[in-house]
């Protein structure tokens, strides 16, 4: 009787009993919101919790809410939360693979070993703020920027604008898409999906120099957008594109059947690398008069290049006996500006 007395005792001497609340580990008052709590008097040690495997654990008959082991198969804590065992470990790794918290943030890192799939539970997954997503490149230029170096296609099951996009240019324009569906592969006629307008006006207005049919000679074409003037045209992003030009101006000279005008383009500078060609042909539109007659031309290009390559652009008379002077309308002209319709200008789009 007298050593249960004393074990008793002994016990009772590091343990505190305030109301409602018990502490272990000496004399102090337990937090109030605690059942239990237990301190190590030299802050030198810890509480162990049961060690159970994870069959061992899975094999406890109706675990409480809130039950915890420690998981020795995967070394870490884990709690019941009324419908399944929960790990604690924070920050989570698996196989190379990091989630820590930066900032009250999510910080993803490490490089993928094997295939993962993310559960959204029918929550939603989104990138919000500046910052682009690449798929493919280290450099996106855009929202979702989805390249592939061996120009294979990408695959997408469904696709749906909630919305036209903002600048049409021509109906038959063409992603380069390919939409599988029920095994038939198409490509889907959509419009320009630039994020902007890309329509320039000649700047200054000019009158074709004598040339040839490869841009030797001729003249520059130069322009203006928004009251600032360019030399060349900068593409905005990787692709092919179309560049589609309405040649508007004045003629004046001698008879003849019919006027060979070249229309070049060329990247990296006025000397570089010839990318096309057009000819144009222009008729006088009268016969024994040396008056002028306004005329307008369509002519289109087309190439492909990287994003911000420089693109420039010539047109040249082919020279003969029978010359035919043509004067493009450009910003400044008595009054042209670059919404005036008698305007030589341009527009182009990424195909």
């Known amino acids: 009787m007298r ?24 004399i102090f008052v337990p937090d109030s919101s605690s059942v239990l709590q237990v301190k190590a008097s030299n802050n030198d040690k810890g509480i162990l919790i049961p060690e159970l495997t994870a069959d061992q654990r899975d094999a406890i008959s109706l675990p409480a809410n809130g039950l915890l082991i420690y998981n020795t198969t995967e070394n870490c804590v884990n ?3 009324g419908t399944k065992w ?38 939603n997954l989104i990138f919000s703020n500046s910052g ?23 695959i997408i099951d469904s696709l749906k604008f909630t919305s036209n996009p903002p600048h049409s240019v ?15 592969v198409r490509k889907s006629p959509v419009v320009n999906h630039l994020s902007e307008k890309y329509i320039y006006t000649l700047s200054p207005q000019i009158t074709v120099a004598a040339g ?17 003037t360019y030399d060349y045209i900068t593409l905005p992003e990787d ?21 060979s005008f070249y229309l070049t383009a060329f990247s990296g500078s006025l000397s570089g690398k010839l990318e096309d060609s057009q000819e144009i042909i222009i008729s006088t539109p009268f016969t024994g008069s040396t008056g002028y007659q306004k005329v307008t031309y369509s002519a289109t290009l087309t190439l492909a290049g990287k994003a911000l390559s420089k693109i420039y652009f010539k047109i040249a008379e082919l020279q003969d006996t029978h010359q035919l002077n043509w004067t493009l309308l450009g910003v400044p002209n008595n009054g042209i500006t670059e919404s005036s319709a008698n305007r030589t200008s341009l527009i182009f789009w990424k195909i």
């Open 132 to 154: 682009n997503v690449g798929i493919g490149t280290a450099t996106p230029h855009a929202k979702l920027h989805l390249k592939d170096e061996s120009n294979d296609p990408f």
């Open 239 to 259: 692709g092919a594109y179309v560049f589609n030009f309405r040649l508007y101006g004045t003629t004046t000279g001698t008879t003849y059947p019919a006027n």
């Open 3 to 26: 050593k249960t007395t004393f074990l008793f005792l002994f016990a009772m001497s590091a343990t505190a009993v305030f109301a409602q609340s018990m502490g272990i580990g000496g």
């Open 79 to 81: 709690t019941y939360n």
């Open 212 to 228: 040839d049919n490869l841009g030797n000679n001729g003249s520059q074409l130069k322009w203006i957008k928004n009251g600032v």
């Open 86 to 123: 929960i790990s604690l470990c924070i920050p989570l790794v698996t196989n190379g693979l990091s989630l820590t918290t930066v900032n009250d943030s999510v910080q993803l890192g490490g490089t993928l070993t094997q295939n993962t799939d993310i559960n959204l539970n029918s929550n």
């Open 170 to 184: 021509n109906d038959s324009i063409y992603y380069n898409l390919q939409i599988s569906n029920g095994g038939v």
